[in-house]
């Protein structure tokens, strides 16, 4: 249902862009955005984008990560710049939709893509 690209490896200070695609039959998109894994940790968030465009980043990547959203409502995009060892993990999309004919809410999960960023 999540479909994301654009991971890999990158020096540390460079830059990589994210995206990810919503598929399926969705009524709506209420949230929609990145949560990280490194070794070891918990899964946090990165950053999301609500239906209001509202956005809310970690702290640790504000001033250098940017969400938006695609051309498509279905499409969210992740640009990191000026990428820090510490960036490294596997990035999951995720969307809170609606769907069905009761509308009904449920998580969606995409793959991960795992960024690695060599000091």
């Known amino acids: 249902q999540l479909q994301a690209s654009g991971g890999g490896l990158v020096q540390a200070g460079g830059s990589l862009k994210l995206s990810c695609a919503a598929s399926g039959v969705i009524l709506g998109i209420n949230v929609m955005g990145w949560y990280r894994q490194a070794p070891g940790k918990q899964r946090e968030l990165v950053a999301v984008?609500?239906?209001?465009?509202?956005?809310n980043y970690a702290d640790s990547v504000k001033g250098r990560f940017t969400i938006s959203r695609g051309n498509a409502q279905t499409q969210v995009n992740l640009q990191m710049n000026t990428l820090e060892s510490e960036d490294t993990a596997v990035y999951y999309c995720?969307?809170?939709?609606?769907?069905?004919?009761?509308?009904?809410?449920?998580?969606?999960w995409g793959q991960g893509t795992l960024v690695t960023v060599s000091s």
């Open positions: 984008i609500n239906s209001s465009g509202a956005i």
């Open positions: 995720y969307a809170d939709v609606t769907v069905g004919l009761r509308g009904s809410r449920e998580h969606y």
